[in-house]
């Protein structure tokens, strides 16, 4: 075991009572906090010094790890979201910048976060873990939010988290939609694909950018009114970027109209494509501004740090 070397210098014990044997020049070098309390140390003891500290096992053999020049550990080895939690705590506590680091990257990837993000919203909040609270609520935005498909992650938020997390959703709902049903934001150089096109199509005047009007095909304000679907449903930018996996949702039946023409069938397919993602990358951008309340209280899922 890497932590129970017979010249180790002190030893720190964890919350579910696992002891490391440790150097403490290892833990000074990487944590201004571990620095100052060896520093208060009486310079003559005859006993090894311990401390305990709040954190469980996992956690404490992860800052360790962290601290010793070990190469990274597996993300997965962090555990579920409260694992991730708490490595990001005790990392933001003791000041381990390389630790921070890799515990972010580690939240910011896992696979517990994305299916549960309510639940990862709530216990970020609670650690005033302001950066993964904002990337739990914006995974948030990809899943239906009703107190039924919350589930088994409610129990997790308090009730100013839960308003928070609702209200944030009302806003970027609010942003997505007006983005499909306002686009003075589209500029002409999307619809260079129309080049007066001779057909007959039904056409409807729409206002773009710089008090221009468009003309749009009946498939292509088809193609709006489903994107102002899905996005009253799951206010997120990839929800309308077209893909092959959900191109024959999208584009469905947009394409059954285009294809009864044959001029629009041709550009059909690449001029929804274009403006979809598009809206896609305009919504992700305005929602990155929406703004989100991270409120601190004391929970019952997280211990105390001391």
Known sequence: APFD????????????????????????????????KFAMLPQSSDSQPEWELPYPARTLEFILRMCYPFPDPEPAS?????GLISALRAAEQYGLVRARSFAGYAFATSADVAEHPAKAFGLACAAELEPEARHAALLSLRKPMSLEALDEDLPFLRGYELHHLWTYRKRCRDLATSLVADLSWVGRALFDWAQEPSCSCPRSPIAIAGGDTHYAQCWWTGYLQEAMRVLQARPWGEGVRISSVNMSRLLGASYELAARCDECRSIAIDA????????AGELERRISAVSLHVRSEPSKFLPPTG
């Open 5 to 36: 070397d017979a010249d180790a210098d002190a030893t720190l014990r964890s919350s579910d009572n696992i002891t490391f044997a440790i150097h403490m020049a290892f833990l000074a070098k990487a944590s201004p906090v571990f620095r100052s």
């Open 272 to 279: 929804l494509t274009t403006f979809g993602n598009a809206l």
């Open 78 to 82: 962090l555990g579920g979201i409260e």
